[in-house]
């Protein structure tokens, strides 16, 4: 049976750009009423316009959806959460996905630019997802996904802002999934890599491979009720879906760690046969008592 949206509201922020207007798209002609939020700035994150949003929200009504425009900045939340409750009484799903770059080796970087895409990306994303976490609390059901990237998981140069703004959203991603869970509130992050005007020029033969819509597919089941996924990340491009995770060897355990031990060992603590993925801080400690205990 088709994945169906009746009577859920999404936002979505950064909906006038590419993957946040394919989200938009799809969540509406699938039933759900959107909040298509969007300030039309540069990439840089400079100036602003209505049309981005709002031709987004004219192509939803054209076909027979329901969608409002919201054009503030996602640095304020308060004004897009009251969009959602305005038109439509409540916010079901949030889509955090609202971007920007200031790209540049980080010993050229300015604090202006830090701050740029940090407040944009994480302190803009984390904002909104309080207003919208507690909304859902409430009613006791939400689906949260937050748009991380590879930058950040992985590293990349040049990135320095924008990665660790993007692991920042993992981290929030893992807490609230844990902090949500009671109240059926399920939250998951997407790593995506499709063509848009952040990656222009960069994708080179595989452009035509990398359409958004194959992110928003994935977004799409994120969001659904029927979705049991949380504390998740994939990492999605063009076809392929994977699941990115945060794992730790096995390590060793020595009765008295000296510098040496740690240099004559460290082919041991980096191997990575048989490591583990904690599925919380618990667990994470759980596997350090036990490997602690087995040496008494
Ligand atoms: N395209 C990729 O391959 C890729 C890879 C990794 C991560 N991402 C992430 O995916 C998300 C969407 O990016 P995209 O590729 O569609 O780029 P895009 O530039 O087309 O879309 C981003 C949108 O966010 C809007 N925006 C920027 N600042 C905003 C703010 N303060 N408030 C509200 N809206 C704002 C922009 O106006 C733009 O429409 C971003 O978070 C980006 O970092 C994209």
Do not use: W
């Amino acid at each position: 049976m088709d994945l169906s949206f009746d009577d859920r509201v999404a936002i979505i922020t950064g909906a006038g750009g590419a993957l946040g207007r394919s989200h938009a798209l799809e969540l509406a002609r699938r039933g759900a009423k959107v909040v298509v939020n969007d300030l039309g700035g540069s990439v840089h994150g400079e100036g602003g316009a209505p049309a981005a949003a709002q031709q987004v929200v004219d192509e939803i009504v054209a076909s027979g959806g329901e969608a409002v425009a919201n054009f503030d900045s996602v640095t304020n939340p308060q004004s897009i959460v009251q969009s959602a409750l305005d038109a439509f009484g409540r916010v079901d799903i949030l889509v955090n996905n609202a971007g920007i770059l200031r790209d540049k080796a980080f010993h050229n970087m300015s604090v202006e630019d830090i701050d740029a895409v940090l407040d944009v990306h994480l302190r803009g994303a984390m904002a909104l997802t309080q207003l919208a976490f507690k909304l859902m609390r409430e009613q006791r059901y939400g689906r949260i996904i937050n748009t991380t990237s590879a930058s950040g998981l992985f590293g990349n140069f040049g990135q320095a802002n924008y990665g660790a703004a993007k692991a920042g959203l993992f981290g929030l991603t893992r807490v609230l999934a844990q902090e949500g869970a009671r109240a059926n509130i399920f939250v998951n992050a997407v790593a995506p890599l499709a063509r848009s005007r952040m990656t222009e020029g960069l994708l080179g033969d595989l452009t035509d491979l990398l359409d958004p819509k194959s992110v928003t597919a994935v977004v799409t089941y994120l969001a659904h009720e029927s979705c049991e996924l949380n504390g998740y990340v994939y990492s999605v491009a063009g076809g392929r879906v994977a699941r990115i995770f945060m794992a730790e060897t096995r390590g060793i355990v020595l009765p008295s760690l000296t510098p040496e031990a740690v240099r004559d060992n460290f082919e041991a603590i980096n191997d990575l046969d048989g490591y583990f993925v904690p599925g919380s801080l618990t667990e994470a400690l759980e596997a350090v008592q036990q490997a602690l205990k087995e040496q008494l």
